[in-house]
C-alpha cells in the first residue's frame, strides 16, 4: 500500500491494441507523458491485450514502435494484461470473500430487451439468485447505494450514484474479465499515482473508485482529457476509422496535439526536428492551459 501524497508522481498510458495509434490516442500518450515528466515523474506503459477477439494482430508492437518514433519513451517494462489473468483471479475473489459478487444469467439480448432509451441498464434480475432454470454466465459486482466523488484536475468536482451504472460484468460470459477490474488491479501493481486520459473514461471512474476502495488500493488522481471528435462529430478511434499518425509526421502531429491541448505552441514548430520540437515541449508543458471541456472537434 503507498499513500498518494508522498509517493513520486508516476503516470502511465495503456492503449487497447486494436489498431495503430492515431491522433486521438496520441494525445492521451503526450497528456500522459507530458504531465509525467514535467513533474519529474515516471511514465509507464500498459497494453490492454485483454480482449482479444477486439484486438489486431500486430497492432501492440505497432503502437510500441510509433511511441519511440514519436520520442515517447516509457520507463520499466510493459505490462501486457494477457499475462495477469492471476492477478484478476485473486481479486475477483477477494470480491468474492467480500460478498460484492454473483452470478447472472442474463444474456445482452435479454438486458437489451428490457431497457428503454439508449445505454443498457441492467435490471438487476439474478441480484437475489439466479432464476430457477438459468445457469451463470456472467460475474457482476453488486453495486451498494452509494454516492462516489472525485476531483478531477481539470473536469473539476464529478459525483455519482453507483446504481445508476447498475450492478456492472466483472467477468464476462466468455471468460474474459472485465476492462473495469482489469485497469484498477493493474494500476495498483503499478504503483500510479496519476492517470491522465481521454474524459470518455470520465464515465467509467466512479465504478474504478468502488472497486479501488474495496480491493483496499490507495486512490489515484485523475485528470481527464478532451476527446478529439472528426467531422461528423464522432469520437475519433478505430470503429471510426481515425488515421494512423506515422512516424514521417511525427513532429507536425505532435505539434497539432500540444495546440490541441491548448499549449502555446511557437509558430513552425511542425518544421522542426524531434529533438527540437522535445527541447520546447518538456519545459513549456502547461497543464493549466488544457481546455476542460470534455469533446472538441479537431475540423
Ligand atoms: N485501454 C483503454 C483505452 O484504450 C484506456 C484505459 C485507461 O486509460 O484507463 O481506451
Known amino acids: ?28 500518450a503526450l497528456g500522459s507523458f507530458l504531465d509525467a515528466r514535467s513533474r519529474a515523474g515516471e511514465w509507464l506503459v500498459r497494453m490492454e491485450d485483454l480482449d482479444p477477439p477486439r484486438e489486431v494482430k500486430g497492432a501492440a508492437d505497432d503502437i510500441l514502435r510509433t511511441l519511440e518514433a514519436f520520442g515517447l519513451y516509457w520507463d520499466n517494462e510493459v ?13 475477483l475473489e477477494q470480491l468474492e470473500q467480500a460478498g460484492l459478487i454473483y452470478p447472472c444469467g442474463c444474456s445482452r439480448r435479454e438486458i437489451q430487451k428490457n431497457t428503454s432509451g439508449s445505454g443498457t441498464v441492467y435490471p438487476g434480475t439474478c441480484r437475489n439468485g439466479l432464476p430457477q432454470g438459468r445457469k451463470a454466465r456472467s460475474l457482476r459486482l453488486r453495486a451498494p447505494d452509494l454516492e462516489l466523488g472525485f476531483a478531477d484536475r481539470l473536469q473539476g468536482d464529478i459525483r455519482e450514484r453507483l446504481p445508476e451504472k447498475s450492478d456492472f ?25 496519476d492517470i491522465v486520459r481521454g474524459a470518455d473514461l470520465l464515465d467509467s471512474t466512479c465504478r474504478q473508485i468502488f472497486l479501488q476502495q474495496s480491493l483496499g488500493y490507495a486512490r489515484t488522481r485523475y485528470l481527464h482529457l478532451p476527446v478529439a471528435l472528426n467531422e461528423n462529430g464522432e469520437k475519433l478511434s478505430k470503429q471510426t476509422r481515425a488515421p494512423a499518425v506515422t512516424p514521417r509526421q511525427a513532429v507536425s502531429s505532435l505539434t497539432a496535439a500540444m495546440r490541441f491541448l491548448g499549449q502555446r505552441v511557437p509558430e513552425g514548430l511542425e518544421d522542426a526536428q524531434l529533438a527540437d520540437f522535445w527541447d520546447w515541449a518538456l519545459p513549456n508543458w502547461e497543464s493549466e492551459r488544457i481546455p476542460n471541456s470534455r469533446l472538441i472537434g479537431t475540423h
Request: proline share 5%.
Open 1 to 28: 500500500m503507498y499513500a498518494t501524497s508522498s509517493k513520486r508522481y508516476r503516470g502511465r498510458f495503456a492503449p487497447s491494441p486494436t489498431g495503430p495509434l492515431h491522433f486521438g490516442s496520441l494525445i492521451a
Open 79 to 91: 505490462m501486457y494484461q494477457s499475462q495477469r489473468h492471476d492477478a484478476y483471479q485473486q481479486a
Open 169 to 193: 460484468v466483472i467477468r464476462r460470459a466468455d471468460g474474459l474479465f472485465a476492462y473495469q477490474l482489469a485497469v484498477v488491479v493493474d494500476d495498483a501493481e503499478q504503483g500510479i499515482t
